[in-house]
């Protein structure tokens, strides 16, 4: 895979935009992955239950790492229950766990209440689109743990058109914190009820602009700029971090006086260094 260690969010995000067909493809080449990939391909359609699924470790450990549940994949009983809910019944599992990522795979799978045979699991161009959601979570979980600042904007962009409501973000936790970043909002805000994030959320960013695929690029950049500006990721074209020299008053030893970044100055000259 190609690393995207030691660079700038913005730089980081180009590269891997230039480069993302090839990591799918490296992704698809490695021999654990392709395993997978053939025992998905070739057993998803026989499978009838969640009991099934379960117990066909290789397949189920396809659909875990297909929805980033790989460190969940011992709980199977869990993910078992979870999967045989109705999601009609409000009390059900389903509706009473916080995860997003379970919920997600618990529609996308699409077992019946109960868990009976999904109807999914025979659809061929269903299956293509598994195989795709794949292969581009373990490309996203890979740039992440090289470049932090790229893998939240890349989750940022993966998630943002499935967002109806600020509670979609608050309650992911990479989402959430890309917005604070984006958004000029202190993390100490967690804190806060999220009735209260919310309406502080609403006065900054109307969320219906998240349909807009420009808007969600116009959010990458700010984020960009200002994540490597309070992380301390300074590269030579990192204009964020130059604003911020000289806002600093450097007393004795390791004191100084905090700043508020300026946002918009910081946007403003990062976009000039594109």
């Known amino acids: 895979m190609i690393s995207l260690s030691g660079m700038g969010t913005r730089l980081a995000l180009n590269l891997f935009d230039a480069t993302r067909d090839k990591q799918l493809d490296l992704v698809a080449r490695d021999r654990l992955n392709a395993r997978q990939i053939e025992a998905f391909s070739d057993r998803i359609a026989t499978i009838r239950s969640p009991k099934e699924l379960i117990a066909d470790t290789e397949v189920y450990t396809f659909v875990m790492r297909a929805f980033d549940l790989e460190d969940q994949i011992f709980g199977k009983a ?63 979980n890979t740039a992440a743990e090289g470049n932090t600042g790229a893998g939240l904007a890349l989750e940022f962009r993966a998630k943002a058109p499935q967002v109806e409501t600020w509670f979609d973000v608050l309650k ?58 309070v992380e301390g990721i300074a590269t030579q074209s990192n204009v964020a971090v130059s604003l911020m020299q000289g806002a600093v008053s450097i007393g004795q030893g390791r004191n100084f006086t905090p700043i508020t970044l300026d946002i918009p100055s910081i946007v403003r000259g990062y976009g000039a260094y594109r």
């Open 78 to 140: 869990l993910i078992r229950k979870t999967l045989e809910s109705d999601v009609s019944d409000r009390s059900a599992l389903v509706n009473r766990l916080t995860d997003p990522n379970i919920r997600s795979m618990y529609k996308e799978l699409g077992f019946a209440p109960g868990g009976g045979a999904s109807a999914n699991f025979a659809d061929a161009e269903w299956q293509a689109d598994m195989i795709r959601r794949f292969k581009e979570r373990l490309v996203l």
């Open 172 to 229: 992911d936790k990479d989402l959430g914190r890309f917005m604070r970043r984006a958004l000029g909002v202190p993390d100490e805000i967690v804190q806060m009820d999220i009735d209260r994030q919310a309406k502080l959320f609403e006065q900054k960013f109307d969320i219906e602009k998240l349909k807009d695929p420009a808007e969600i690029e116009k959010l990458v950049q700010r984020f960009s700029a200002v994540y490597d500006a």
